[in-house]
């Protein structure tokens, strides 16, 4: 079955850096990635996804990459806000409609 | 509001007692899901039901209990539960396969 390995699974950045989160999979036949935010007392939200025809996805300050041939894909944020402080989730997804997350980035944006 | 609610948002039991958690979706979607998430673990995939239909179960205990009566609502039935059986539970919806899921809130659950 599919594995996915998030990192880091803690992340500090300065407030206006830029944060960037890698995940690979395993089973090639995964065909979709989502990236979920969660806040706290919240449940996961999806902020970008891609699927496997196209090689990165860019949608105002974030972007994600997919590199299909290494099997693994980033999350990328560039200048970062106090609001990008939460729980980032990257997950991997396969025709049986079946979607396998990492363990979770925590994400702190420094003032 | 994602259109997914879960009642009750928390929920304390003990491991004699029996529970229901509720899920509705007000999205027309046509699968649901159930996730469990635990500290420090990955969000782990219960149950999988397409058009009321059960389509996965992740080798879930027995002591977890699924029910889909309608494309909108999704309960999970709790009894004889375990202290290791506290956490998060999700539940999800989602139109086309594989496709975006939509969150609920969750259910906090302790199991005294």
């Known amino acids: 079955g599919e594995n996915v390995e998030q990192h880091p699974s803690t992340l500090s950045v300065q407030e206006g850096d830029s944060a960037v989160i890698k995940c690979t999979y395993s089973?090639?036949?995964?065909?979709?990635f989502p990236w979920y935010k969660q806040e706290l007392g919240k449940g996961p939200q999806l902020i970008i996804d891609?699927?496997?025809?196209?090689g990165e996805k860019k949608d105002q300050r974030i972007a994600v990459t997919l590199n299909k041939t290494a099997k693994h894909f980033s999350l990328h944020i560039t200048e970062t806000q106090p609001e990008d402080s939460a729980v980032y989730f990257c997950?991997?997804?396969?025709?049986?409609?079946?979607?396998?997350f990492g363990k979770g980035t925590r994400l702190h944006i420094l003032p | 509001e994602t259109g997914v609610t879960q009642t009750p948002r928390h929920l304390v039991m003990g491991m004699t007692n029996k529970k229901s958690l509720k899920c509705e979706q007000h999205?027309?979607?046509?699968?649901m899901y159930w996730y469990k998430q635990s500290a420090k673990k990955p969000l782990e995939l219960m149950f999988v039901?397409?058009?009321?239909?059960?389509?996965e179960n992740n080798s879930v205990p027995s002591r977890f209990s699924p029910e889909c009566p309608n494309s909108s609502h999704l309960f999970l039935h709790l009894h004889t539960l375990q202290p290791e059986d506290s956490a998060l539970y999700l539940c999800?919806?989602?139109?086309?396969?594989?496709?975006?899921?939509?969150f609920g809130p969750g259910t906090r659950l302790t199991v005294t």
């Open positions: 039901y397409n058009f009321k239909e059960q389509t």
């Open positions: 999205l027309g979607h046509n699968a």
């Open positions: 891609i699927r496997s025809n196209v």
């Open positions: 999800a919806s989602s139109q086309g396969s594989p496709g975006e899921q939509y």
């Open positions: 089973d090639s036949a995964s065909n979709y």
């Open positions: 997950a991997a997804g396969d025709r049986d409609d079946k979607i396998i």
